[in-house]
DNA sequence: TAGATTGTTAATCGATTAACAATC
DNA sequence: TAGATTGTTAATCGATTAACAATC
């Protein structure tokens, strides 16, 4: 029941990817699937899926495979999404209401409790059933409705000291989309949503792909080049 | 000047990061740093800095460190922001929005041309100086605008589709927030931001934190439970 | 039973860390 | 020059893939 010993991060990353894709297979009314056919709709191979799964016990049947329904019940299970989290979000922005107004997120188990922002023209207003409060209220606020979790989407320049306030209340976890990383204690957990550093990403692959085009190019260019002078020799 | 060969992607993944804690050093004025203090503040190891950075030459000099300056417009260089990208957002939801509004994009050279959604209260409608604009003219302003990145923030369903019409108008590049994988050839770069992943993998983390939180206590109890016993006999 | 496919061990591959010679 | 710190090679560690015996 409860995960033996320390799961990897990548091992970790890759379920909900998993999930996902069972969960389109139950749309498509698909009862069962072998490591083999997954692999090839989830392009990784067959031997990594049967080795991630098995981390946390044998969920297949020889000669059979995985049953999908099961299988989907039983990461859910794993990722926690089968409980509920009480979350709120701190900055009514258009990212903090783009989370607030994603339904899917409380069919798994997400609740959103409250929004807070600083600007007192949002406060007051509702955004999908939540009142958009004032950030004195944080504290209380946690407390009363037993929230775990905070999306911070706020500017980097406040982060840090909301952060603080959030730890100091007892909050189990960080959603940070704040450009910056938080300093926060070993038993609060932290997970980045880095945007910016996203599209540079984006950006180094944009470049490399041009670059081996061009280099590409060159190379034809050359070898077509090598061809003319042998025809007129 | 050209990227040597293939660069590990766990490499690419820290650039970024290595860029924003460079710029927050320019901001405090320093102007030099050893691999062991920027290890430090970044909680690496120095080893895995110098590793990294000599993957795109030596940057640093022996006996000195890294001037920071230097480095941070290096880094820009080889993640190809020093550059102007041409960009479009579909989708003008909050997510959209959101983006556009995120100024620091636009000083990293990712010029936000136009936006682009379906709904016809939106069309017209200015965010930042660019107007919203409706599907149909997709692929001429592609074109016309030699738009090289498009963000996708809309749902799923419409995604691949969408996908398919950027792809043909020949588009570089997809930065990928719809909650599904897209199908596109091999010189298109996609980059995904999965929210809903990403919050799966806090959900884990809380609950395996919780986990062990249980565990040692459940751990201490017994301890001190043993010790009473002993204390009897 | 025979065929299929998992669970799991072993082999390979790649990434991180350690160590140190080169050199500023 | 002596001290500091990089660049780079070697050692370690971890993750992925291959292979196959177990078993449905």
Redesign the interface.
Known sequence: M??QRQISKAV??R???Y??YLGELMEEGIERISSNELSARMKVTASQIRQDLNNFGGFGQQGYGYNVKYLYTEIAR????D?Q?NLIIIGA???G???A??T??EK???MIKGMFDINPRLIGLVVRGVEIRGIDDLEQFIVENEV??AALTIPKSKAPEIADRLVKAGI??I?NFA??DLNVPD?V?V?N???????????????????E?E?KAKEKLAKENAKMHGQEA
Not at 78 to 81: F, P, R, S, V
Not at 197 to 202: I, P, V
């Open positions: 409860a995960d970790i990353a379920l909900p990817r999930y996902r794993i990722l926690g999404i409980r989290h922005g258009n990212l209401q783009a989370i107004n994603y899917n997120f798994r188990g997400f775990q979790i189990k976890a959603w450009h910056t038993d957990v997970e949503v880095h945007l910016s550093e996203s599209l540079m990403r984006l950006s180094y692959r944009v470049c490399s792909m041009q670059d085009r280099r």
